[in-house]
């Protein structure tokens, strides 16, 4: 029996009213891009969003009446077949695909005897093609590359032929944001990201690094200097509270994602390299214009902020494959510059065995590489990625021309001569140690540093001046993501010593950044968070001195000043731009609105709190906060379970500077900032 | 030396209870239970009995590290084929490998390939082998251990074909024998 079922849900709930009736009618459980047409039924509001000509792939499941298959399917757009021959450049030519190309059909065609359990559903078992719970002729259907030019909201149809001759069809919708020609447009824009930086992070490091007196703060962060500033909303598409891949993403390509998932739509398949991707601003204006990418980040760069940016993948864990993808896809994303972290994931791993490593210490693994389906290949012009753990890629990224920099020596010595062409910076085998460390280690105190075994890491704003440097070479412009990663890893941790001078340290790249519009105003420069994290709060200062605190780290409340006894805390800024020690008499203290259990001290360790993602970690970490200071300080109980901070769905502060900057005030959504940045970019200015 | 046990002892305590390290481990659990004393880290050990180096972790690979990633470092080569006492925390994998397990300088639980996709393990970890059963394995102790043996360097596959150790250590009799009493059917 044919059915023509409007949307799954409405056909599902038909089923479980008519519990009598023979078979489970066809659906289509899932339509992407996602909208809550097809979701409830309602019109608004419109869920995917994108700039005329940007690219996005049209995917369905659909679950056919029991005994029939999916024998041909078409996406149409407000009526119209959407199958078209597409004309895309690679490398440097334009190469038509033919429509048929860019076009998939995945259904289960893994062994039956694992794939598919006894009462006909598949299992999601290692080595089939789809996700548990589908009945076993469940067939994943999808267009690659879709664009649209025309601004408004369109009408997206699935229709699906069973074998039987019947029909199963599903409406949703997405809309095409316009851009109004004829303004001035900014040729550079540059995204300075405070990972988990919210206003009390941006509070907490003026009062630090400038100083209060008498109510007024007696200097501005470079960051407060930004003339326009508005709020963000910062849910993801399944949470209130967002990770950092979707928080991320959203700015870059103007839809909500998944916690995890970076630069794509859910699906269906357990590939997690297969799913409907969508094009990233990079992407987009490489395309378009020829710009330029630069991704500077102090985490691994294979984390989920920096590869939210050129990356497309469901698995933000996949490192192997995220790596590489870096590297095969630059001429679809103009990657130009890739600093950070994360050694480990460039060097060649020929044995594929990871526990243990080998000797050079190798994370790259087989099992979490990339091989992309034809579809993908054909439909985005994307390297097809190869399983191939023994790559080296460091030796590939430079056979590319890339010059690679392993510490902040090398850094500045490829710059003595020359501004390179384009750049690679590895500066640790995982996250880059945080400020508070390097700073020590750069005023003779190498005692954490040095037992990571990155003694010469360069900071932050010495990686952001680089890179801008090495993208100003291109006259086309460029989209440069700077990122301070661990203002977020360090409020997790609930360390107050340790985030704030991440927030310093990240101000002083603002002011590297600002500088360079103020050359070139032919730049945007926005200052935002993709979260906040921990819930933050400057709750007071310390009503004894240091060394009170360090007589009696158990003094838990009984030294915290509320209100006027907090007074106004003076810190001493050295000339290098840090504290001269962040444990002063009076100290500022912080409180955490979204903590798990921690033991507080009001006073820093030594070494910083185990990153379970950096391979030395001195035995003397403290494991997690949990355990942090346990016998010492004085307990306090969080409402999170687990060991560390969470992130919050609290609104974060944006600042701009630049051209278009006008543009950043009020309260909306991430996903507007892209469609901002586009019209910047694109439309320019009045 | 007693300090930094200490602070691993409190790294261990956290492992036992904290979330973390559950993410990354599997749904079976792994069976687990106290080292036996011939093999358990209570308080600082003496020195080590004749012709044997205490060789540390943190001495395996030339520091800083290299920028095409880790070195061995002079003391582990000159190491090979001498015997050495280490200490460290066996890695809880799961499931545990034949004839043998890994030695870490921290307290870290191992999935199969499926789920450790990123990067729970430190490098340099230890292979230590148990020559006289090589298809059985042992349970993963909780706490310091020391293990005391031979050194081998370079590459060599497991029983299982499916990981590869650079650095082992094929144990004493006294070591092995401890061991050995442990050791069970897979
Ligand atoms: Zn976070």
Redesign the interface.
């Known amino acids: 029996m044919s059915t023509l079922s409007r949307h799954a849900p409405l056909a599902l709930a038909l089923a479980s009213l008519l519990s009598s009736a023979p078979a489970l009618a066809g659906t289509v459980s899932r339509l992407t891009p996602p909208s809550e047409l097809f979701a409830s039924g309602a019109e608004a509001p419109v869920i995917a969003r994108f700039l005329p000509g940007q690219r996005f792939d049209l995917q369905a499941t659909i679950q056919p009446d029991a005994g029939q298959t999916i024998t041909s399917f078409e996406f149409y757009v407000d009526g119209a077949p959407t199958r078209r021959d597409q004309v895309i450049p690679i490398g440097g030519e334009l190469v038509t695909i033919p429509s048929t190309a860019a076009r998939s059909t995945v259904t289960e065609t893994g062994a039956a005897a694992t794939c598919v359990n006894a009462s006909g559903r598949t299992t999601g078992a290692s080595g089939c093609k789809l996700v548990a719970g589908l009945p076993s002729n469940t067939a994943v259907v999808t267009q690659r590359a879709y664009s649209h030019m025309e601004p408004g909201v369109h009408a997206l149809k699935i229709v699906a032929w069973q074998s039987d001759g019947s029909r199963i069809s599903a409406t949703g919708n997405f809309e095409i944001v316009g851009i109004t020609p004829g303004g001035t447009v900014a040729k550079n824009i540059i995204i300075m990201l405070g990972d988990g930086m919210g206003a009390s992070h941006r509070t907490a490091a003026r009062i630090m690094s400038k100083g209060y007196a008498q109510g007024k703060a007696k200097g501005r962060l470079a960051m407060d200097t930004f003339p326009v500033s508005g709020m963000v909303m910062t849910a993801s598409l399944n949470s209130i509270v967002t990770d950092s891949a979707p928080g991320m993403q959203n700015y870059v390509n103007g839809n909500k994602g998944n916690n995890n998932e970076e630069g794509v739509f859910p699906d269906d398949t357990r590939d997690a390299f297969d799913n409907p991707r969508i094009e990233y601003l990079a992407e987009y204006l490489h395309m378009l214009q020829g710009k330029s990418l630069g991704i500077v980040t102090t985490s691994d760069v294979f984390d989920a902020t920096p590869a939210a940016n050129a990356i497309h993948t469901s698995a933000r864990g996949n490192g192997t494959g995220i790596v590489d993808q870096f590297l095969d896809d630059r001429h679809l994303t103009g990657l130009t510059v890739l600093m950070g972290g994360g050694r480990k994931w460039f060097l060649p791993n020929a044995g594929d065995s990871t526990s243990p490593q080998p000797l050079n210490g190798s994370q790259r693994r087989s099992s979490n590489d990339y091989v992309l389906p034809d579809d993908l290949v054909a439909g985005w012009g994307a390297s097809r990625g190869a399983i191939d753990p023994g790559r080296d890629l460091i030796a590939d990224f430079e056979g590319a021309g890339y010059t690679y920099t392993p510490d902040r020596t090398a850094l500045d010595a490829a710059f003595a001569t020359r501004v390179p062409d384009k750049l690679l910076g590895l500066y640790a085998f995982s996250n880059m140690n945080v400020a508070f460390d390097k700073v020590a280690g750069r005023r003779g105190n190498g005692t954490v540093v040095d037992a990571y075994g990155f003694p010469d890491q360069p900071m932050l704003d010495e990686m952001t001046d680089k890179a801008l440097k090495v993208l100003a070479k291109n006259p086309n412009g460029f989209v440069a993501m700077i990122e301070a990663a661990s203002i977020d890893k360090q409020s997790h941790l609930m360390d107050s010593d340790r985030w704030p001078l991440e927030v310093i340290e990240f101000d002083r790249a603002i002011a590297v950044a600002k500088r360079f519009a103020e050359q070139n105003p032919d730049t945007i420069v926005i200052v935002t968070a993709d979260h906040e994290c921990s819930g933050a709060a400057i709750i007071g200062a310390a009503t004894v001195t240091a060394a009170a605190l360090e007589a009696d780290p158990d003094a838990g409340q009984s030294v915290v000043g509320v209100y006027e006894a907090a007074k106004f805390p003076k810190y001493t800024i050295a000339g290098d731009g840090y504290p001269v020690t962040t444990v002063i008499d009076n100290r500022m203290l912080i409180g955490y609105g979204a903590n798990a259990d921690r033991y507080e001290t009001w006073l820093p360790t030594v070494y910083p709190t185990l990153d379970s993602q950096q391979p030395f970690s001195p035995s003397a970490s403290p494991a997690n906060p949990s355990v942090r200071n346990q016998g010492a300080g004085f307990l306090i109980t969080g409402q999170v379970g687990g060991n560390q901070a969470v992130h919050t769905a609290t609104d974060i502060p944006l600042s701009a500077y630049g051209r278009g900057a006008a543009a950043f005030t009020g309260v909306f959504d991430n996903t507007d900032v892209f469609f901002k940045l586009g019209q910047i970019a694109i439309g320019g200015v009045q | 030396m007693p300090?930094?046990i200490a602070?691993?002892a409190?790294?261990l305590?956290?492992?036992l209870?904290?979330?973390?390290?559950a993410a990354h481990t599997h749904s079976e659990p792994v069976e687990s239970r106290e080292a036996p004393r011939a093999l358990a880290v209570k308080k600082e050990l003496g020195a080590p009995p004749k012709d044997v180096v205490d060789l540390k972790f943190?001495d395996l690979?030339a520091?800083?590290?290299?920028?095409?990633?880790?070195?061995?470092s002079d003391t582990l080569k000159a190491a090979a084929g001498k015997r050495v006492r280490m200490v460290g925390f066996m890695?809880q994998?799961s499931p545990a490998t034949l004839g043998g397990f890994?030695l870490s300088?921290?307290p870290v639980a191992?999935g199969d390939?499926?789920e450790?996709?990123?990067?729970?393990?430190?490098?340099?970890?230890?292979?230590v082998e148990l020559p006289s059963h090589p298809d059985r394995v042992l349970p993963h102790l909780r706490g310091l251990i020391h293990v005391t043996g031979t050194l081998e360097l370079g590459?060599q596959?497991s029983r299982e074909g499916?990981?590869?150790?650079?650095?082992r250590i094929v144990p004493d009799r006294k070591t092995e024998r401890a061991l050995a009493k442990l050791a069970h059917a897979p």
């Open positions: 300090r930094s602070a691993q409190f790294a305590v956290a492992l209870s904290c979330g973390d390290v943190r690979f520091m800083p590290v290299g920028p095409r990633g880790l070195e061995p890695v994998q890994l300088p921290l191992s390939a499926d450790d996709l990123a990067d729970d393990l430190p490098p340099g970890l230890v292979r590459a596959e499916t990981r590869i150790s650079f650095v």
